[in-house]
């Protein structure tokens, strides 16, 4: 019977080959009590346990390529540290001799113990250490059953690529894979900001997250279709059927290529308006990736990364160091630091924050201005970097027009005490701010007199219009870009922008959305900046498109309340797009 599972698409693509559903997570562990004499064995089997798993990570490590994140590197050294820590290494130790149980029983009661402590904290940084204890304690356990931590028969059966189908996957789990045959990966638990999600998309692995009782449906060897271009997965599908898949799978592949060829034509609509395309990225390893697009310079580059998985912040010397790599890697085109953006889901100090609400608290730019000591050497760092190639700085978060001369005067200050130190820096820096919170949107006017650019984070701006937590998966559906109050915010920046004379740009995901791409034409956009991989398929959805008769087709809908009529004529446009470059 053919079934269809619904999951988000956190790496695109069409995958067809036979399951490999890992366990990982569903090991049954049953307590023993152990006869006196057999405790200390019992200790020696913990172990060696230890030992193994320690080796396994190492293996990883060794060999993990050379284009993987830093980030996801640096998790994999995070799990052998918590190897060597007491929690693991030791107290399940105590615990054996203690009740004298199996290791096996031992180690499930110190997980359980570890992990009602970062339930309790309730923090979102937690939860991810949390994740991480549980994939420590899963591979530990899985050698002590004799169990292969990777899906058997992945290592033998190297011709036939492989569906990964699993509870969870850590993003370890994933550079192991990677070095197998593997099509695809679908998960019962994740999100598209995972670490795991991350990896999966830098290395064009297709995935799915998020896909209800996976593992409890699908049997190993079964064969399957991932969808992750409509977010589902298919299996026991006919003969007709899987050619459908097929083919799509060909002409995927097929456009794929095609969208390269676009990579140095210039991104111009039919009516020849010229469009900027930058790139957003997180490290500075995701230079490799815009330029293989051709984009033209970073519009929005997440300095908050820098700052995260480690246990002190850089200090302004190791930050100069990554901004002038990354601006001299550039080679002329501008790179647009944005100052940190910390707070909310992105935590500098695990567990700080006090507040009931982190996304509407002390976060982004309210920290920096009540934190000089954590922003000042950002600022002289990025001033810095700026004598070696063209930079802009980002302001996010913004909320009051008040702000801006304390950021400005900050970094005058900076400035003035470079010249002191005869630093060199560019003295005519441009500083932007970031619009993503209504009230500066509706005061874009102001912001646009103050700064030299805006950027529209829509992210945020959808989150705190439509008062819908950005990350709760529950109120998912709630995120419209069509809805009217987000349009007529964009609008209102874009106008601003227009009448102050300085340029706008949008960053947020809808920039890179290509089904936005007619719409946000339409409204007057002009800069785009997104993540390197769907670069070129907004290019060609400019390279089709009129300004003008876009403006006709959308002009009045965006400002009335009929959302259907806007949706339905956005949808008539898309379709009419060509999905090939060549006839
Ligand atoms: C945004 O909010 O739209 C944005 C680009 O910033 P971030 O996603 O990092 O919050
Ligand atoms: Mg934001």
Redesign the pocket.
């Known amino acids: 019977m053919p079934l269809s599972l619904p999951g988000i698409v956190v790496s695109k693509g069409i995958a067809i080959g036979k399951a490999r559903v890992q366990q990982h997570g569903q090991l049954d562990i049953v307590e023993y009590v152990l006869p006196e004499e057999y405790i200390e064995d019992e200790v020696a089997r913990f172990r060696h346990a230890l030992d193994a798993a320690r080796k396994q990570l190492h293996t990883i490590r060794a060999q993990i390529p050379g284009n993987t994140p830093r980030d996801i590197a640096a998790f994999i050294d995070t799990h052998l540290l918590m190897l060597e820590d007491a929690a693991l290494s030791t107290v399940p130790i105590d615990i054996i001799r203690e009740h004298r149980c199996n290791a096996e029983w031992a180690l499930k009661l110190q997980q359980d113990a570890l992990v009602q402590v970062f339930d309790a904290m309730e923090d979102s940084y937690l939860r991810t250490r949390r994740d991480d204890v549980e994939h420590v304690v899963q591979r530990i356990l899985h050698i002590l059953m004799h169990e292969d931590h990777l899906p058997s028969g992945i290592e033998s059966d190297r011709a036939e690529p492989r569906i990964v189908v699993a509870v969870d996957l850590a993003p370890s789990d994933l550079v192991m894979l990677h070095n197998h045959n593997i099509a695809a990966i679908v998960t019962e638990r994740g999100g598209p900001l995972s670490h795991t999600a991350i990896l999966a998309r830098s290395l064009g692995i297709p995935a799915l997250v998020g896909v209800p009782h996976v593992h409890q449906y699908i049997r190993n060897d079964e064969l399957l279709v991932v969808d992750a271009e409509n977010g589902a997965l298919l299996t026991g599908l006919d003969a007709r059927a899987l050619d459908f898949y097929r083919r799509l799978q060909r002409s995927e592949r097929r456009a794929r290529r095609e969208l390269q060829q676009l990579k140095s034509e210039p991104a111009v609509t039919l009516d020849k308006v010229d469009i900027t395309l930058r790139a957003n990225i997180e490290l500075s390893e995701d230079l490799s990736a815009m330029r293989r697009v051709g984009a033209d310079g970073v519009g929005l580059y997440r300095t908050e990364f820098l700052f995260m998985n480690r246990d002190s912040p850089p200090d302004e010397e190791e930050q100069f160091r990554v901004y002038r790599h990354t601006v001299k890697r550039l080679g002329g085109a501008s790179l647009t630091i944005r100052t940190l ?1 910390l707070g909310a889901d992105k935590e500098i100090v695990p567990g700080s924050s006090t507040s009931t609400n982190p996304a509407l608290g002390l976060r ?1 730019i309210r920290l920096c201005l009540q934190e000089p000591e954590l922003f000042r050497p950002q600022l002289r760092a990025i001033l810095r970097a700026s004598a070696f190639g063209p930079l802009r700085i980002l302001i ?2 913004l909320t009051t027009p008040e702000e801006v001369p304390q950021v400005l005067g900050l970094i005058e200050s900076a400035k003035a005490e470079l010249r002191r130190e005869k630093k060199r820096f560019d003295p005519e820096i441009m500083v932007g701010g ?1 619009i ?1 919170v209504p009230a500066a949107a509706i005061c874009a006017d102001i912001f646009a007199r103050e700064l030299d650019f805006l950027s529209i ?1 829509t ?3 959808m ?1 705190y219009t439509l008062a819908t937590d950005r990350i709760d998966e529950t109120v998912n559906h709630l995120f419209d870009p069509l809805n009217i109050g987000v349009l007529r915010l964009i609008a209102m920046v874009l106008q601003a922008g227009q009448a102050a004379g300085i340029p706008v740009s949008m960053c ?1 995901e809808m920039a890179g959305d290509p089904a936005l791409t007619p719409l946000l034409l339409a409204l007057g956009l002009r800069e785009f900046s997104m993540p390197p991989a769907s670069l070129l398929e907004v290019k060609r959805r400019i390279r089709q498109s009129d300004t003008a008769k876009l403006k006709r087709q959308l002009g009045k809908l965006l400002y009335s309340e009929n959302v259907l009529e806007l949706s339905e004529t956005l949808s008539d446009i898309n379709r009419n797009h060509k999905k090939f470059i060549a006839p």
């Open positions: 953006d982004s996010p978060m970031m993503e984070g992210n945020d701006l989150q947020g």
